[in-house]
């Protein structure tokens, strides 16, 4: 089956650690993004990735990290810097992220808990 | 910068009812605009994709339509379902950024 996957579903992190979030394609698409989502405020952009060794920050970049070593694997690591951090983190990924056709798929998501 | 409203933010309907849902957007300069659904603690799943040539995209109950002038987009459900019951997000596409998001309609379907 064709889709993107992401684990865990569910993560719990002490305070002071960093977490590292997988999503992985078999879509063979190139552009692959990372969201957060809370109650009431929508989705918003964290990075996204328009190629393999390229990435950008999106709105709200600050105590996260990612990777895009391998097209079909785009991780983001949850640091102690983020104060926050407990929500649920969506990935997707798009063919291109260019101004054509660009329609964008989503995984199942990661919920994170900060206990 | 775009910024994307969907109104209402809630919406109860009882079964069978046609209903419309909507979306506006501040930056009429889009490439595309895409329908989403989202059921609690899901991801979401793409419903629709209109891109700005188009007026219209049609996919069994569901039609969606774009007035790229207006900044305006609906999404019109046939004949609801409790099972229609989700979140529904429109996203629009345009320069070089990411998507950008609504926060969405959550849709209720009352048997």
């Known amino acids: 089956d064709g889709g993107i996957t992401q684990s865990p579903k569910y993560l719990f992190r002490k305070e002071g650690q960093n977490v590292t979030l997988s999503c992985e394609q078999n879509l063979n698409h190139d552009a692959m993004y990372w969201y957060r989502q809370d109650p009431g405020q929508g989705l918003r952009l964290i990075y996204y990735?328009?190629?393999?060794?390229?990435?950008q920050k999106g709105d709200i970049a600050e105590g996260y990290s990612v990777s895009r070593e391998k097209k079909e694997s785009f991780p983001l690591t949850v640091t102690s810097a983020q104060k926050n951090p407990t929500a649920f983190y969506l990935c997707?990924?798009?063919?291109?992220?260019?101004?054509?056709?660009?329609?964008?798929?989503f995984g199942p998501g990661t919920r994170l808990t900060v206990l | 910068k775009q910024e994307v409203t969907q109104i209402p933010a809630a919406l109860s309907v009882p079964e069978g009812e046609n209903l419309v849902l909507n979306c506006s957007f501040t930056?009429?300069?889009?490439?595309?605009l895409q329908w989403f659904r989202q059921d609690p603690g899901k991801g979401l799943t793409s419903l629709l994709l209109i891109q700005s040539s188009q007026r219209e995209q049609t996919s069994g109950r569901l039609n969606a339509s774009l007035d790229k002038s207006s900044g305006r987009s609906t999404l019109y459900i046939a004949a609801s379902q409790p099972g229609d019951s989700a979140t529904y997000l429109c996203a629009v596409k345009s320069g070089n950024t990411p998507l950008v998001f609504g926060k969405g309609t959550r849709l209720s379907v009352i048997a």
């Open positions: 997707a990924s798009s063919i291109e992220a260019g101004r054509s056709y660009n329609e964008q798929f």
């Open positions: 990735s328009q190629i393999v060794n390229d990435f």
């Open positions: 930056d009429s300069a889009i490439y595309n």
